[in-house]
Each structure stands twice: as structure tokens, then as C-alpha cells.
């Protein structure tokens, strides 16, 4: 089984986060591992984790991103919580990418992978990635691919080469079955990830990340960042604060107050 | 930012993905006024439009609507008519749908499904791409420009679609809807879609979720009251202010991992921007900020007063949930009846 988890260097949640002119600022003090991708490796490594002993030594997962260098922070998170191999796509050619340009760069790297070993019978992502939150790279891969998607999956079962979900969608709660080699989402409902333990914190310290460039994958430079996006983000500006709270403290009449503030703003 | 003209500058076809078509929803109108501010507007569905949603189409201005007609053997082949929702053959439709009118621009809404849909469909046209539209208008030249609302609703961003093709997943309540000025007849077009396949994708089981009646649906409601930690897994009072007041039910990731509630809003879970959001034990995990803090006014009931929601509130009340619920219910109640 030759697994590739695609992960994304973001900003993280809990701070203040902000564009530079119109693209956003990847300050390395903020930046991290998507959280959402912490499941998809998670995914993966439970994959591994239920093979025999001897298909599970011949099994492989390989991180790979589309960052610049500072992106080693997630690839470094990844070798932690136990992947085999890291990979980091990078070229100035790269940036301003729009989901397509993204998504291409992804396959490319996934081809490049089987080019050199083994083909890859899954690509694995988070749902989301916590600064787009497009949802909809996984289902690109998998057109550029021309694989399956399985995408937002809450529990995943892997067996005699068919992939099977489980997904709650806004209408339904769905089962989907696909033949491997596919490319599977997972849901942040899906799985609890792994706390890295001590030898694999030490151990990540010193693992080799391997970086490619866009024309190691063969990608055209005209085809992909800001050439090749089919949007183009023209303006990035921080909301106006809202105005101070009105506060009011519960001593008998804070629902009355309540219901108040909705009439009077003729909010009910 | 640019804001839909009555009037359309160009001589535009913008398609409305319908689906499911037993029902038109309020954010298809949404999706239907948008449209007919940048262009003529059609209609593209998966199955037969209802009387009522076809009255309806008609009402916002929508003269045809494009019904696929996806070979039974592929659809038999990803698990019978199940199958006819997933992303890849709504795609192939709609892009089916744009080479036949020649279409300029695709809206759809913001589910995850209608998002991947919409990707794949600029992925086979090689049409620009945006999720999650807060605004669509257009710029000097009479390109499709859209606004979004990221970062937890702190930052406004623009893009303009610089391909020919702009195919646009749209939020609920960017817009209020409008009525056609005056209604139109609708008639229904087949659309052959020959390349439905799913590569390979078989849907074995799908149940559709029963929706609380009486109640608008999370995603759509102009009103949202949620409940979080602070109910202690009781959503009795949520649901009574809820009902007073006309609104969707909504809960905390905590509060759905508790089990006290199905659907959560969040950045991973549903993602709103009502006119008004009420917060009822919800302390305000950046999780939870990332689903609802694009909505217009913000209201919080919290027995904490350092409660984070606090700071992105423009009313609060620091109290017992159950005592300030139930009261605020009454008083609006009192205030509907009279």
C-alpha cells in the first residue's frame, strides 16, 4: 500500500491573520500544519497500521506539499506523527495559484512519486484547508488524476482494493464505494489524530524533506500560479471593527432586554 | 463592492444549478436575483422540476430550464438514481448545459456537494473558479468580479474572473430575493449529458435527512439561534426562543460531539451569515467564530462573562441561558400576537 497525504502550510487559526496586498501573509511565526490534515494523516497511518506486518514494511506514506521553504513546518509535523518520506513541491513559478494550478501541482507530484517507485494507491487530504476553505482540491486532483474522489468521509474502510465511506452531506448520510487507486477526503469527524511520541519528535528533527521544483514535475509555468490562475484576487481588506458591545447583565430582566434589542432593530 | 445592477451591462447567460428540484429553496432565489443582475437566467436540474418550483422559477424570471437526461447504464452503473447527485454527474451536466447556450456564467449554492460539482465543472470547461461568493457583480470591463468574506468574516476580499467562463458557488443571504418584475413562462428543455460518468464512484446507501419541520434549514435561515456547552445538553430553551423568533437551530462542534445535537455550525461544519445569529452558551472557539461571524448582527447569552464570543458581540447578556431564553421568548411572542 503506497499512500500520499497532501498537506497545507497555513496560517494558524488562533492568530491574527492578514493579507499582504492580496495574497496571505505566510509570517513563519504564525504558520503550521492545516489542522484538518492532521486527520488525513491519521487516516492514512491507521490504513498502515491494520496490514499484516510484512505488507505494512513494503507500505509507504509520503507527505507532500505545495509551499514555499517555509512549508517544512507541516512536513516536519507529518514525519512526528510517523511518515515515511516528505516532499515539498516549491517554485516561485508556483505562487498566486488558483485550485487548479494547486491541484496540478499536486498530481504532478503523485506522478512524479509513481514515476520513481511504486504506484500510489491512495491520495489522502483534510476536508478543508483552514485559511481557503475551498473543499474542492481533492476532487480536482482526483479529475487531474482521473481517479475516483471520495471526499468528506467520517469512516473509511479499505479492503481487497475497493475504498468505502461513510459521509454525512447536508441532505443525506451516503455509503460510497470506489476502486483504489482513488483519492479520499476525510472529514474532521473522522478519526482522533495521534499525539507524535518522543522518539518520532526526535527522529523528525533530522529526516531528509525532499524538495521539486515546477519543471522537475514537468509543469507548464504558464499553466500554473499567477500566469496560469483563472482569477485573479484584485483587492484584500481587513473588516471595520463592530461597535463597542452592548452589554447587559442578567438580574431579573436580561431576556426582556434581549427581546428589546430584537424589536427595537427590528430584528423578530 | 460592485453591487449587482438591475439593469445587466452585458448580454450575459447565467445558468442556476437546481438540485434537488423537488423544492425551490430560498437560496436558489438568492442564487435566481443575483443572476438576473448580470444576465438572462436559465435554469439546469438533475430530475423533473415540481409544479410548484417551476411557478416559482417563473416568478424570478426563468424562461428555461435544462433537464439532464444522464444514460440510465451509467447511472445503473454508480448505484441507480442515487447516483444522479453526485458531483461528477452534476458537473458533466452543467458543463453540458453551458456549451449548449453558451453560457458565460454558472451559479450555484454553497453546499459541499454543489462545490465540488462546480469545481469540476470549471475544471472541464477551463472556466474561473470561485466558492463561496459573498457578493458577484462586475468591473468596468464587464468581467465577473466577486467578494468573499474570509478569516473568520475579518477580511473582505475581491477577485475577478479573468477566464471566459465564470462558474461561482454562492453564499446564502448574500442577497434578498426578488421577484421578476413580472412572471414569466417556464418550459422544461431535455439536456442530453452523455459523459456521466462517476469514474468509478458507486453510491451502496443513501438516506436522506429528515428536516425539522415548521423550522427553515441551517444553511438558508435569515435567523439563527444555536446552543453550545453551556445548555448542559439541553436544547429546550434554544429551540422554544428559536421557534418565537422564526429561526433555524444550530449547535456548537462541542455540542454535536456531546451527541445533544445533529448539525454543527464552525469553519468544518455549516458555515452562515444570517441577518441575526443568537448564541446561547456558546462560548466562541475560533472554531465556531469560523462558521458564523460573517452574520450580520451577533447576539450571545453567556453565564461567563469572559466569554470569548463576547468581543465580536453587538448585544450580549451575561446570565443563565435558561432563565433569559424562555423570558425573551415570551416578550417576543407577546410582540408578534399583538
Request: with cysteine; charged share 25%; proline share 6%.
Amino acid at each position: 500500500m503506497r499512500i500520499v497525504v497532501a498537506v497545507k502550510y497555513v496560517p494558524d487559526i488562533n492568530a491574527d491573520r492578514r493579507f499582504t496586498g492580496c495574497r496571505v501573509d505566510r509570517d513563519p511565526g504564525v504558520g503550521t500544519l492545516n489542522e484538518l490534515d492532521e486527520n488525513a494523516l491519521e487516516a492514512a497511518l491507521r490504513i498502515l497500521d491494520a496490514l499484516p506486518e510484512d505488507e505494512r514494511e513494503a507500505s509507504e506514506v509520503v507527505a507532500l506539499t505545495v509551499a514555499p521553504a517555509e512549508g517544512d513546518v507541516a512536513l516536519r509535523k507529518s514525519f512526528q506523527m510517523g511518515v515515511d518520506r516528505a516532499v515539498r513541491v516549491t517554485d516561485d513559478a508556483l505562487a498566486g495559484s488558483d485550485y487548479f494550478g494547486t491541484a496540478a501541482a499536486l498530481a504532478a507530484g503523485v506522478r512524479r512519486l509513481e514515476e520513481d517507485g511504486a504506484p500510489v494507491d491512495l491520495v489522502i487530504t483534510g476536508m478543508a484547508a483552514l485559511d481557503g476553505l475551498g473543499s474542492v482540491v481533492p476532487a480536482l486532483v482526483a479529475a487531474e488524476l482521473g481517479r475516483p474522489a471520495l471526499t468528506l468521509a467520517k469512516k473509511v474502510d479499505v479492503a481487497g482494493g475497493t475504498l468505502t465511506v461513510t459521509r454525512e452531506t447536508d441532505e443525506a448520510t451516503e455509503t460510497l464505494a470506489a476502486p483504489l487507486p482513488a483519492v479520499l477526503s476525510v472529514a474532521d469527524t473522522a478519526n482522533t489524530p495521534r499525539m507524535p511520541n518522543f522518539k518520532l519528535i526526535m527522529a523528525a528533527r533530522t529526516k531528509q524533506i525532499e524538495a521539486w521544483s515546477a519543471t522537475d514535475l514537468g509543469l507548464d509555468p504558464a499553466a500554473v500560479g499567477a500566469a496560469g490562475a483563472r482569477t485573479e484576487a484584485i483587492s484584500a481588506a481587513p473588516r471595520p471593527a463592530r461597535p463597542e458591545v452592548e452589554l447587559v447583565v442578567d438580574k431579573g430582566e436580561g431576556g426582556t432586554a434581549l427581546a428589546e434589542y430584537l424589536i427595537r432593530n427590528e430584528l423578530v | 463592492m460592485t453591487e449587482p445592477t438591475r439593469v445587466p451591462t452585458r448580454n450575459r447567460t447565467v445558468l442556476v444549478l437546481l438540485d434537488p428540484a423537488s423544492e425551490v429553496r430560498s437560496g436558489t432565489l438568492e442564487l435566481l436575483t443575483i443572476a438576473r443582475g448580470l444576465g438572462r437566467v436559465e435554469a439546469v436540474t438533475l430530475e423533473a422540476p415540481t409544479v410548484e418550483a417551476l411557478a416559482q422559477l417563473g416568478a424570478y424570471g426563468v424562461e428555461t430550464v435544462h433537464q439532464a437526461e444522464v444514460p440510465t447504464d451509467a447511472l445503473a452503473a454508480a448505484g441507480g438514481d442515487a447516483a444522479r447527485h453526485l458531483p461528477p454527474v452534476v458537473a458533466a451536466t452543467l458543463a453540458a448545459a453551458v456549451r449548449r447556450t453558451d453560457a458565460d456564467v454558472v451559479l450555484a449554492p454553497a453546499t459541499f456537494g454543489a462545490k465540488e460539482a462546480a469545481a469540476l465543472t470549471a475544471h472541464a470547461l477551463g472556466a474561473g473558479l470561485v466558492i463561496d461568493a459573498a457578493a458577484v457583480g462586475e468591473d468596468d470591463e464587464g468581467r465577473v468580479v466577486a467578494g468573499k468574506r474570509v478569516f473568520a468574516g475579518a477580511w473582505d476580499t475581491r477577485c475577478v474572473v479573468r477566464a471566459d467562463v465564470a462558474v461561482l458557488t454562492v453564499r446564502a443571504n448574500a442577497v434578498v430575493p426578488e421577484p421578476a418584475d413580472a412572471p414569466v413562462a417556464t418550459e422544461v428543455d431535455p439536456l442530453p449529458v452523455a459523459a456521466a460518468g462517476t469514474s468509478g464512484v458507486v453510491v451502496t446507501s443513501r438516506e436522506v435527512k429528515e428536516r425539522a419541520a415548521g423550522r427553515p434549514t441551517l444553511e438558508e435561515a435569515a435567523v439563527v439561534v444555536a446552543g453550545g456547552r453551556g445548555t448542559g445538553g439541553d436544547f429546550g430553551p434554544v429551540e422554544e426562543f428559536a421557534d418565537a423568533v422564526g429561526a433555524a437551530v444550530g449547535a456548537s462542534r462541542d455540542a454535536v460531539f456531546e451527541g445533544w445535537f445533529d448539525r454543527y455550525i464552525g469553519q468544518t461544519g455549516v458555515t452562515i451569515a444570517p441577518r441575526l445569529y443568537v448564541g446561547a452558551g456558546i462560548s466562541g472557539a475560533p472554531h465556531h467564530r469560523g462558521g458564523m461571524q460573517a452574520s450580520q448582527v451577533i447576539v450571545a447569552v453567556n453565564s461567563d462573562p469572559e466569554a470569548p464570543i463576547f468581543e465580536i458581540c453587538d448585544f450580549a447578556v451575561v446570565g443563565d441561558l435558561t432563565d433569559v431564553l424562555p423570558q425573551a421568548a415570551a416578550v417576543i411572542r407577546k410582540h408578534r400576537e399583538g
